[in-house]
C-alpha cells in the first residue's frame, strides 16, 4: 500500500524569504500523480500544485514550485517571497494512475508565516 | 467559477442520531468522493462513486454509512447512528474525469460534532 509522510509537523518562515516542505512517500507503481493541498484556517482544501510522475520536469505554479526526485520518493514544496496569506496547514497527496483514484493525504505540515 | 458546495457548514447531532451531509459536486463532474478529518489529524479517504454506484471503499465507510446521489445534483453522505468518534470535517470532492491529471476539487467541509 502506499504511504505517504511529512515528518515536519510545523514550518515557520518570515515574509517575503522562501520556504521548503517535504514529502516523501513509498509506492511500487512507477506511474502516479502528486499534488500539495492548502488548508487554510477556514478548513477548505485548495489545490496547490500537482506533479505527474512521468514528466522529468517539476511543476511551478508562480511562486510555488516542487522538487521532485523520483528515484527517492521525494516530492518537496517550495514557497518563494512567502506571504501571511500562504499561512495554511499544507498537506501532501498521492494518486495512483491505476484502478484506484482516491487520494492518500501526508499527515501536513503547519506553515506559520511572520511580519 | 464553478465549485463544490457543502452543507450545513456545521452540525451537531446526538450520539445515536441518523445525520445526512449534503454536496452539490460541479456540474459536469462524474466522479464524486467522501473523506473526512478528524481534528488535528489527517485527511481520509472515505469513499469514491461512480454512475451511481460506489467504486471504492475504504475501511472505515462501514454499514453505518450510505452514499447516495438522489436527483442527479446532489450527492449525500449518510450515517445512520452516529458515535462521539465520527465527530470529524467530512469533504465532498469531485473530478470530471478519472483518469489523467484532473484533480479533485473540494467543497469546504462540513464539520460534524456529535455529543
Known amino acids: 500500500a502506499q504511504t505517504v509522510t511529512q515528518s515536519q509537523p510545523e514550518m515557520s518562515v518570515q515574509e517575503a524569504e522562501t520556504v521548503t516542505l517535504s514529502c516523501t512517500y513509498d509506492?511500487?507503481?512507477?506511474?502516479?500523480?502528486l499534488f500539495w493541498y492548502k488548508q487554510p484556517p477556514s478548513r477548505q482544501m485548495i489545490l496547490v500544485i500537482r506533479?505527474?510522475?512521468?514528466?522529468?520536469q517539476n511543476a511551478t505554479e508562480n511562486r510555488f514550485s516542487v522538487n521532485f526526485q523520483k528515484a527517492a520518493k521525494s516530492f518537496s514544496l517550495k514557497i518563494s517571497d512567502s506571504q501571511l496569506g500562504d499561512a495554511a496547514m499544507y498537506f501532501c497527496?498521492?494518486?495512483?494512475?491505476?484502478?484506484?483514484?482516491?487520494?492518500?493525504f501526508g499527515t501536513g505540515t503547519r506553515l506559520q508565516v511572520f511580519p | 467559477e464553478p465549485e463544490v458546495t457543502q452543507t450545513p457548514s456545521h452540525q451537531v447531532t446526538q450520539m445515536g442520531q441518523e445525520v445526512i451531509l449534503r454536496c452539490v459536486p460541479i456540474?459536469?463532474?462524474?466522479?464524486f468522493y467522501w473523506y473526512r478529518q478528524i481534528l488535528g489529524q489527517k485527511v481520509e479517504f472515505l469513499v469514491s462513486?461512480?454512475?451511481?454506484?460506489?467504486?471504492?471503499k475504504s475501511e472505515i465507510f462501514d454499514d453505518q454509512f450510505s452514499v447516495e446521489r438522489p436527483d442527479g445534483s446532489n450527492f449525500t453522505l449518510k450515517i445512520r447512528s452516529t458515535k462521539l468518534e465520527d465527530s470529524a470535517m467530512y469533504f465532498c470532492?469531485?473530478?470530471?474525469?478519472?483518469?489523467?491529471?484532473?484533480?479533485?476539487?473540494f467543497g469546504q467541509g462540513t464539520r460534524l460534532t456529535v455529543v
Open positions: 497527496a498521492y494518486r495512483s494512475s491505476g484502478d484506484t483514484d482516491k487520494l492518500i
Open positions: 509506492t511500487s507503481e512507477s506511474d502516479y500523480y
Open positions: 462513486f461512480y454512475n451511481n454506484e460506489i467504486s471504492e
Open positions: 456540474s459536469n463532474h462524474l466522479y
Open positions: 506533479q505527474e510522475a512521468y514528466k522529468q
Open positions: 470532492a469531485s473530478r470530471p474525469g478519472r483518469w489523467g491529471h484532473t484533480e479533485a476539487f
